[in-house]
């Protein structure tokens, strides 16, 4: 009996002390208070916490509510944002007056504004809400005022009644929660759009929500959001598939927005995707009936059947007059409406809209009103549904990846006047005269251009030349103000005369060496070979272009050396040279699984960077091992970027006669074909991943039965269901089975011999990010380079290290 009695004491002892600190610590009492110096509130599942903090190196003073368990500090909501503490006196208290924030003299400095009765209670929820209840009623919360940060379940969007506007602004600056210029807000004129605006300057438009994605941002818009519009409200909200995923869609002070997601493995947000804010996102690029496409130069076009407005300001690249009809429409003369698909649906803010009708019904409603351009559906989940109708002329078209069709009305006499055939034929003919013709201006036109640039040059090289020891000031000030250009005696100081010991090795551009300038800063100077025909100008163009691509896993440019026919490019210091080393050499047994895993990431952020969030699209094609150099905390970076682009004109994807890249690590239709593209460089993506898990190289591998790559022999070993064999056995011990399963089969995703077939940078990085479900890969692309005879090499570069790792440049058989 004593016992029991101890026993239920201790038992219920017990169950007090657990209870207490849970039960009252997510909830703001009435008349209670948080005090700065340590008061905080934490939601039930101790997922989030309240209290005050300082941002970054601020001094200032704000109630903010963060990550409770996840350690770089992580703010989601701050509410006085704009009436920061100066010192840590503050109070938040809930009153009669509803939640309300004093200063050391008792003034308020921030409120709700909602008053109640005296049993108002405030509670932070589970998912980062702060809720203010009166007698359980919700009277406010913390989701209807949003920052800059978008959880899972908050609203952006119009409430029609109350005329609240929900937006996201971006903070002033990393350290300054106070609204910035930029905002995330939807539309609610025509058909509700999300737009980014910015203080001055041309919005972002992401298009409409088409049941699955939005339709001019398919990246970002992938289970992003439920669109709800109704009499009472237009929002869009923020839903993921899976709750027990940490996500986030954040505003940076920059005006990026990017979609993030926490990996507990790495301890670190993943960037699932950025929004797109290339060459064609300001908005109407193009102009009415313009095409934007970021794929080619020049990136504006007209769509089929239109031509420029003004052919006189279109040719000198001001595309803002855009595009008119090559023959007039007149609705009584007869019409036909034109498929168009892949496109970024026009400006909705005039559409009309009906989101009961079918596609059959919709073009009758758009042929019953002759001033009606374009028909669409609004909903394409489920085999498609709804009706969209645009007025007047179609603004703000792009390429998009997406398969959502735009009907377009076209005259009928467009088609059927002549036969196709006869018209098609007479087109080519006056397309071959005028290109000739054309090709035969350009021509004369460079020549001529060539030849002043080059008197000018020996002009420049003598008058901008820094003196000996000195470096340069910029002429340019402030845009470029983080670039140096340093004088060659410098750098032959620095690296000892360009002494051999100090040579690092050589990449596809010219040998790399390390230096160390006076002040004791460690560079690596990539002196590049072939250069001397690109004039000052041009290289200086070509370095600030690749100095404003800056991303973690990317190397950072410091400067620039030019003297004479000598062109440097000045480097930060990798510590830890580049991967090749360390996959294939000596320093191996150094690696451990979650590095491994984490180089694979980063390499591929690194990617989405290039193909995806610079400004420009840039394709790397010459990704490998050697081109991946490791900082002191073996973070990837990729070097070598924008090269290529130096190296063979202006054109982002397309056909070009000269192949730079590495035996290996080109697809197929590279090498072949010379046909270049984002996934040209998803293929040396996923070769690289499989050498790294692998440890093994591709180029020259050789099992001993069969003579094949090991591209092949990681299909054979997936088909056989052996994957985990080709992992490299030093990595046994700390190998976490089902991510080295997951990374082989991406690899294998990724060298499918179709381009079409493999994935987007940014599905890869999604795809190790999380671990739905992966799509069976396709057979992939395993040729050997004797099966590409018809190969003709014009010059090769081997490097000192190995044969093997030859980049070359060839010649595409004709
Ligand atoms: C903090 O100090 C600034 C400048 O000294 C002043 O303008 C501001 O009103 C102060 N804020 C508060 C809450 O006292
Ligand atoms: C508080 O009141 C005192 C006296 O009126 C004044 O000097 C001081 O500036 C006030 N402080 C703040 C933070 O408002
Ligand atoms: C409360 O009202 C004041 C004065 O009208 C206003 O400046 C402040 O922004 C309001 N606070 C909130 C959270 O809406
Ligand atoms: C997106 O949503 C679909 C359906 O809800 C789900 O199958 C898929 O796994 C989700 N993808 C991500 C990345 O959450
Ligand atoms: C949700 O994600 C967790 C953790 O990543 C996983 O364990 C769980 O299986 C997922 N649930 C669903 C329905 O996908
Ligand atoms: C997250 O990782 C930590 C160790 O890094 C582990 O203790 C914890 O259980 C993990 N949480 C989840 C939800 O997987
Ligand atoms: C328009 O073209 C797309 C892609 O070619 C096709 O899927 C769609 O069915 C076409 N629409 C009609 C009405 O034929
Ligand atoms: C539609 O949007 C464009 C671009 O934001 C704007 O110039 C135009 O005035 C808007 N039209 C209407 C009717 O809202
Ligand atoms: C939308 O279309 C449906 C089907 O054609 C029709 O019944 C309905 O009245 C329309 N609604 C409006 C607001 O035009
Ligand atoms: C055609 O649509 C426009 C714009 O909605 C409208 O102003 C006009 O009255 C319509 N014309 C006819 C004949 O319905």
């Known amino acids: 009996m004593n016992k029991l009695i101890t026993s239920l004491f201790l038992y219920s002892g017990l169950l007090i002390s657990l209870l207490i600190p849970c039960s009252a610590v997510d909830t703001i009492a009435p008349n209670q208070g948080i005090k700065d110096g340590g008061d905080t509130i934490v939601s039930a599942a101790e997922n989030f916490k309240l209290g005050f903090f300082s941002p970054g190196s601020s001094k200032s003073r704000y109630i903010g509510i963060w990550y409770n368990k996840i350690s770089p500090f992580t703010v989601v909501w701050v509410a006085n944002r704009e009436t920061p503490l100066n010192d840590t006196s503050g109070e938040l208290r ?11 003299n008792n003034t308020v400095i921030w409120a709700t504004n909602s008053s109640g009765s005296v049993s108002l209670v405030a509670q932070l929820l589970d998912t980062g809400n702060l809720v203010l209840r009166d007698h359980g009623i919700s009277i406010w919360q913390s989701f209807d005022y949003p920052g800059d940060t978008l959880l899972p379940g908050m609203r952006i969007g119009i409430d029609l009644i109350t005329g609240k506007d929900r937006r996201l602004t971006s903070w002033k600056s990393d350290v300054d929660p106070a609204a910035g210029p930029y905002a995330l807000r939807v539309d609610p004129n025509g058909y509700p759009q999300l737009f980014e605006t910015k203080d001055s300057g041309s919005p972002l438009r992401f298009g409409p929500w088409n049941g699955v994605m939005l339709n001019g941002m398919p990246d970002l818009g992938a289970n992003l959001t439920q669109f709800v519009f109704n009499e009472k409200e237009r929002y869009y909200e923020y839903n993921i598939a899976n709750n027990s995923l940490v996500s986030r869609i954040h505003l940076n002070p920059d005006g990026t ?14 960037v699932l995707s950025t929004a797109t804010n290339d060459n064609c996102a300001p908005y109407s690029m193009c102009g009415p009936y313009g095409l934007c496409d970021i794929n080619k130069a020049p990136g504006c076009t007209c769509l089929d059947g239109f031509e420029p407005r003004r052919p006189e300001e279109w040719n000198i690249a001001d595309w803002l007059s855009g595009c008119q009809r090559i023959k007039p429409l007149a609705c009584q003369h007869g019409y036909i409406f034109s498929n168009f698909t892949g496109l970024k649906f026009p400006n909705t803010n005039q559409s009309w809209y009906n989101q009961s009708m079918t596609l059959g019904e919709c073009e009758a409603a758009c042929s019953r009103n002759c001033s009606c351009t374009a028909y669409a ?21 792009r390429t998009v990846d997406i398969t959502q069709s735009l009907y377009i009305r076209m005259p009928a006499s467009e088609f059927t006047s002549r036969p196709k055939q006869d018209s098609n034929n007479r087109k080519q003919m006056i397309i071959i005269v005028m290109s000739t013709l054309l090709g035969l201006i350009l021509a004369c036109l460079l020549i001529l251009v060539a030849w002043r640039k080059k008197k000018r040059s020996k002009k420049t090289i003598i008058g901008r030349v820094p003196a000996h020891g000195e470096i340069c000031t910029n002429e340019n000030g402030k845009e470029d103000s983080e670039l140096s250009s340093y004088s060659l005696t410098i750098i032959a100081k620095s690296t000892n005369n360009f002494c051999i010991d100090n040579k690092l090795g050589e990449g596809g551009f010219g040998p790399v060496y390390k230096g160390v300038l006076e002040d004791g800063q460690e560079i690596a100077v990539k002196r590049l070979s072939e250069t001397s025909r690109q004039g000052i100008d041009e290289f200086k163009n070509e370095v600030k272009f690749i100095a404003k691509l800056q991303h973690r896993n990317l190397v950072r440019l410091l400067g620039y050396c030019i003297e004479g026919n000598e062109r440097m490019l000045i480097y930060e210091y990798m510590a830890n040279k580049s991967l090749d080393s360390f996959i294939f050499g000596s320093e191996n047994s150094m690696f451990d699984w979650p590095h491994v895993f984490h180089i694979i990431h980063g390499i591929a952020q690194g990617l989405v960077y290039l193909h995806h969030d610079s ?52 697809p197929p239709e590279y090498a072949l074909h010379g046909i270049f593209s984002v996934k040209s460089d998803v293929y040396s993506f996923g070769v690289l991943l499989l050498e790294i898990v692998s440890g093994k190289k591709n180029r020259g591998f050789s099992q001993d039965e069969n003579n094949n790559t090991l591209i092949g022999h990681a299909w054979r070993l997936y088909n056989e269901g052996k994957s985990l064999e080709l992992m490299n056995s030093s990595l046994g011990a700390s190998c976490i089975e089902s991510q080295v399963l997951r990374s082989i089969h991406i690899g294998l995703l990724c060298v499918q011999h179709h381009a079409e077939d493999r994935p987007t940078m940014s599905s890869v990085a999604l795809m190790l990010g999380n671990e739905n479900a992966l799509p069976p890969p396709k057979q992939p692309a395993f040729f050997a380079e004797e099966e590409m005879p018809e190969l003709r090499y014009i010059s090769s570069v081997p490097t000192l290290d190995s044969v093997d790792d030859v980049t070359i440049t060839l010649l595409q058989a004709r």
Request: glycine share 12%; with cysteine; charged share 20%.
């Open 615 to 666: 400004r420009l699209r840039i394709i790397h094609r010459d990704l490998k091992a050697s081109n991946i150099l490791l900082d002191k905390d073996l973070n990837p970076k990729i070097s070598d970027f924008g090269l290529a682009r130096r190296f063979s004109g202006h054109e982002t994807e397309a056909n070009t006669n000269r192949v730079v890249g590495t035996y290996g690590y080109i």
């Open 377 to 397: 559906n609004s909903d394409i989940s489920s085999g498609g549904s709804g009706c969209l109708l645009w007025f007047g002329d179609l603004m703000d078209i």
């Open 257 to 270: 927005i990017q979609h993030l997601n926490w990996i507990n493995g790495t301890q670190n947000w993943n």
């Open 94 to 104: 809930v009153s009669q007056g509803g939640l309300q924030l004093l200063n050391r």
